[in-house]
């Protein structure tokens, strides 16, 4: 393998698995941690889980040795995806400091209990409002660190999708 090949196979690999603990980290925290996600913050994992598929892609792409346009706008597609979720996160985060309103539905769907009452159930079920976090990090939101975390990874990104060599 020539050493661009094995540059952009381990790229796609620490790519995806870097996109895989993001996504990870917040499905942790809403069913371990017991953070239940609001409507911005489900909105803000569609990139990450459509990126797992497409690291997936060009981790093949990458072995198989298809030809660099391909691969390259695999890495790009990534980068393209990874500021989607940044532009989600910034514009959450401003709603949770005020900045902006959010949306009219601001609201996450929650699991109800089938099994027993369902008007009780839907009594019972609050979901966050997408302007208040439910948690702060080092001063951070989770949609504070996803900016972050979607940055570096659309550089990385863009940054193998540019190389030359």
């Not at 459509?50 to 198989?64: E, F, Q």
């Not at 989600?88 to 009452?117: I, N």
Request: proline share 4%.
């Amino acid at each position: 393998m020539a050493q661009s090949q094995a540059g952009q196979g381990v790229a796609a690999v620490g790519l995806t698995l870097a996109m895989g603990a993001v996504v990870g980290t917040a499905l942790l925290f809403q069913h371990v941690g017991g953070y239940m996600p609001c409507a911005l913050c489900l909105e803000q994992r569609t990139p990450y889980y459509i990126g797992l598929g497409v690291g997936i892609a060009t981790i093949v792409a990458v072995s198989v040795r298809l030809p660099q346009a391909i691969i390259r706008g695999l890495f790009a597609l990534i980068g393209i995806l990874m500021l989607w979720t940044l532009a989600l996160g910034v514009y959450h985060a401003g709603v949770e400091w005020g900045f902006w309103a959010g949306p009219a539905d601001c609201a996450a769907g929650a699991a109800m209990d089938l099994t027993g009452d369902l008007l009780s159930s839907l009594d019972a079920v609050r979901p966050p409002s997408c302007g208040e976090a439910a948690l702060r990090v080092l001063g951070l939101s989770m949609a504070g660190w996803n900016v972050i975390a979607a940055a570096l990874l659309a550089f990385a990104a863009f940054r193998t999708a540019l190389r030359r060599g």
